[in-house]
């Protein structure tokens, strides 16, 4: 995907920034497939709305724990993590002609984060790689407004707060800011997108009816305690996408907010992120248990750790989903959202 050099070097300068005490972060520079296949919410089926995916090739609407370790390659920087990880596309809307046009970003960024107090450096008994068949989501394509007082600590407090983005307005001379749903205002450095998985698990089911009840947020969010129905800490996963809005912001000016998610969502608050694990699950445990200790592991360098096979760029953009299962006109213009 090209990105004007501006936006390219500020993506890179995101990625070089060490977010305190995270583990390791994971860069999937390109999407694997854009297409309506979520074998989460919709195992066997097409999708209701587009997802940008990234991960093994072998994603597909029937895929299990095995098919995804079957998979040949992975846009995703580890070759032992044949996973895949998508989200809602972000989509632009002509408010002149109202046609749809799907916008660029900057691939996906995941930061594998040891938090919270399962973790042995915190004095807890260690943090535990998934289990084979495990998967969750974070977030509610459904939801189009903020309901809790933030702070509150509850569950479903946390679950929103979760999904929490920024306007970056770097070189602007306009001053970038944090935000639930979407902002007002053009960013010119970028739309960054980001949200927090669960990172507590019951010991027991892979998966639940709703894909969020087998797991639970730490209590802080970002750091604290599992919850004692949620006893298992997993290490904390966290993506994070910036949209390249500003390529639009002539089309425009002085007029209302114009983007929508691809979920038929205009207020922001309907992003939300999928995971279903495709680690090797013994090289994932010997890396959480071996690989957080030097100065490098601990400012989160992938190549700091021994059991990973780290992937150049260039081989993880060259893979590509073995199928693509719902073929249809994506990039606009176009009259309606994909579905």
């Not at 943090?127 to 933030?150: C, N, V």
């Not at 001379?173 to 960054?192: I, K, M, Q, V």
């Not at 694990?277 to 490098?296: K, R």
């Amino acid at each position: 995907m090209f990105l004007k050099p501006s936006f390219a070097a500020i993506l890179a300068s995101l990625a070089s920034v060490e977010v305190a005490n995270a583990w390791f972060r994971l860069p999937c520079s390109q999407h694997l497939v854009q297409e309506r296949i979520d074998p989460i919410i919709s195992p066997g089926q097409v999708s209701q709305h587009l997802h940008n995916i990234h991960g093994g090739s072998n994603f597909s609407k029937d895929m299990t724990y095995n098919t995804a370790r079957q998979s040949s390659c992975t846009s995703c920087a580890v070759a032992q993590d044949l996973s895949n990880y998508w989200t809602p596309t972000l989509y632009f809307k002509d408010p002149t002609t109202g046609q749809f046009e799907k916008v660029p970003n900057g691939g996906l960024l995941i930061y594998y984060q040891n938090r919270g107090t399962g973790d042995v450096k915190n004095g807890g008994k260690g943090l535990k790689a998934f289990p084979a068949g495990f998967r969750m989501i974070s977030g509610d394509p459904r939801k189009r407004s903020k309901k809790y007082t933030e702070g509150l600590g509850t569950q479903a407090e946390l679950a929103e707060r979760a999904i929490k983005s920024s306007c970056l307005r770097y070189g602007s001379g306009n001053s970038g800011y944090d935000y639930y749903g979407f902002p007002t205002t053009d960013c010119e450095a970028g739309l960054n997108t980001r949200l927090h998985m669960p990172a507590c698990w019951d010991g027991v089911n892979l998966d639940s009816p709703d894909h969020k009840s087998h797991v639970a947020y730490l209590s802080m969010l970002d750091n604290g305690d599992c919850p004692s129905t949620h006893p298992v800490p997993l290490m904390k996963v966290f993506y994070e996408v910036t949209w390249d809005i500003s390529s639009f912001s002539s089309r425009w000016k002085g007029k209302p907010w114009p983007f929508v998610w691809s979920n038929s969502d205009p207020t922001g608050y309907g992003w939300h992120g999928d995971f279903f694990n495709g680690w090797d699950t013994t090289v994932f445990q010997n890396a959480i248990d071996h690989c957080n200790s030097t100065p490098d592991q601990l400012a989160g360098v992938l190549e700091a750790c021994p059991y990973f096979t780290v992937l150049p760029a260039t081989t993880t953009s060259a893979c590509h989903a073995k199928t693509t299962e719902v073929v249809e006109p994506i990039d606009g213009p176009m009259a309606k959202l994909p579905g």
